[in-house]
Each structure stands twice: as C-alpha cells, then as structure tokens.
C-alpha cells in the first residue's frame, strides 16, 4: 500500500506492506513541494503536482496499487464541533448548514467529520472534528490516481487526523501531554488530555535552527519557546487542573534535535522526540518522525 502526503512545503511518498500486526515500510520518498496546490488548486500547479508524485513513484518502483492521501496545510480548517446524535447524512448535512452561509460554497467543498468523544453532555450529544476540502483537490487526485496511473484511490485524510490516529497506537505516553509538529516553516501544536487528542492550532515559524549561525539558532530557541508557553497557557485555560509537563516532538526532528535541550530549559517542561511506534518496521525514530504525518495515513479506524 502506499500512502502519499501533499503539504505546503513538502510532497511525500511511503511504500509498506500493511496489515493488522504491522506496516513493513519497504520504500519512502520526500521532495520540496513544486508550488502551493493545496492552498489555491489549478490546472498548472496540478500538473507540476502530478509530475513530482509521478517521477517519485517512478523511482521507488512500488508493488502495491492501494493509495492513501494525506493533506496538509493551514488553509484546511480542523475545528471541533459540539452535535445532536443523527444519522451521517443527517449529520453531514447540519454541518454544511453550520459552516456555509453560501450554497454554492457548500456544494463546492467535501465535509468530513470524526467523532472524538461521545454523549459529553446530559443531551447526550457527542464532540466531533470537522474538515473539508475544495472539491476541485477531489477530482484532481481520483483522476491522477485512478486514470492516470491506474493505481486504486482508498482514501484522502488531513494531517491532523492521521496524527491522531498514529498517537492513538501508542499506549505508554502519559495521559496530557503536547505534541509539537515542526516542519520547518511552521509548527502544528496538539493537546492530549486523557489520552485523548482535543485540540490543535497552526503556528508560522520565521527563523530555523540553523547550527552554522548562532544568533539564528538564539532566535529560533526564544521564537520556539514563546510558541510553546504560549500554546501551553491558552491550553490552561480552556482545562483548569490539567498540567502539560511533556512536550513530544515530530517531523524535523533532527533539525530540532540541534536546539532541543535550550528550549527544555525556557519552557520548563520534558522535550523529547516522540516515540517510534512498534507496530511501524524498517524505519529509525527519526525516519518515523519525519514521516509520522504519512504512515499515520495507513491507519483508517480514530
């Protein structure tokens, strides 16, 4: 099976044999992406798109013909929603009301949701994460995918939930903690309460922990530890009791890894990469990390 990430800055490909004990990573891909298809999707950037996954597919030879999508960018909204319990179509068709005023614009986006907690209240209505995407990046990838290279198109996710289903493997990380998606140019903060992903928001990064230049790298501690605290304290807020002493770090790790120990030190909080999952083979921590958004990807139950 072979999963592929489409996001802003990078474009990834991860080959692996799945199954219900394991996913044998057998090939994996990543290349800087050619242009911004995910925020404004059009004929040419698509056709760039298409030939950058086409020349990667070429190169890693894979057996399978499943494909899984993630995309990942700030512009694909992931906002938690509080609703009735209906029927899905019912459902779908009430977010569409909450979130589009235009229906026209609604008709042009694709709504997803998942269920994060269910009956929270005495009207036993449950939590859900809601998404959606233009319908253009739909058809775009069913015909790329199903016609062009006559591979078989399962899925299309967001980054947010891949991560979330990636995390929900790993049984020995303690209750509340944060997990902090670097990718170079932007960070994606998660909070865990309970074990239990609740809430997400995007952060811009300007400087990077560049280890030739030393003021780049006192810029990025104090920028990156400011996102951090500042992440940590609105959390507080929204949950009163609940302390976050254990930040988790994925994606570039190893372009962190060179700044890691000062801004444990800022934040006051334990900083460390998260952990490979056991059930993912033939990668190292940081090979998983760097493709934590990817291999989250194969995995379809939240």
Not at 65 to 84: F, G, H
Not at 95 to 107: G, H, P, R, V
Request: with cysteine.
């Amino acid at each position: 099976m072979i999963c592929i990430y489409l996001g802003n800055d990078r474009i990834k490909i991860v080959d692996s044999v799945v199954s219900k004990r394991k996913i044998e990573v057998k090939n994996f891909f990543a290349i800087t992406a050619p242009n911004d298809y995910v925020d404004k999707p059009d004929n040419k950037s698509f056709k760039e798109l298409s030939q950058v996954i086409k020349d990667g597919l070429q190169d890693m030879q894979p057996k399978g013909k499943k494909v899984r999508v993630v995309l990942d960018s700030s512009t694909i909204p992931y906002r938690e929603m509080v609703l009735p319990p209906l029927k899905p179509q019912k459902l779908q068709l009430l977010i569409k009301n909450e979130i589009f005023t235009d229906e026209k614009l609604a008709e042009s986006n694709t709504v997803d949701f998942v269920e994060s907690d269910k009956k929270i209240d005495d009207q036993k209505r449950s939590k859900y994460f809601i998404t959606y995407v233009s319908n253009r990046i739909v058809e775009d990838l069913e015909n790329l995918i199903n016609k062009d290279l006559g591979y078989k198109l399962l899925s299309i996710d967001v980054a947010q939930n891949a991560i979330s289903k990636l995390v929900s493997k790993m049984k020995t990380l303690p209750d509340q903690f944060m997990l902090v998606d670097y990718k170079g140019n932007s960070v994606t903060i998660y909070l865990y309460v309970y074990g239990k992903h609740v809430y997400s928001v995007y952060k811009p990064i300007i400087s990077e922990p560049n280890p030739k230049f030393q003021n780049e790298r006192v810029y990025f501690i104090n920028e990156m530890s400011g996102v951090i605290l500042d992440t940590a304290n609105f959390f507080k807020s929204r949950y009163e009791g609940v302390n976050f002493d254990n930040v988790f770090i994925t994606g570039d790790v190893d372009k962190f890894e060179v700044c890691s120990s000062q801004i444990e030190s800022k934040v006051g909080m334990s900083i460390s990469n998260l952990p490979k999952l056991s059930l993912v083979d033939e990668v190292d921590e940081v090979e998983f990390n760097q493709f934590a958004n990817t291999i989250g990807g194969f995995f379809r139950e939240v």
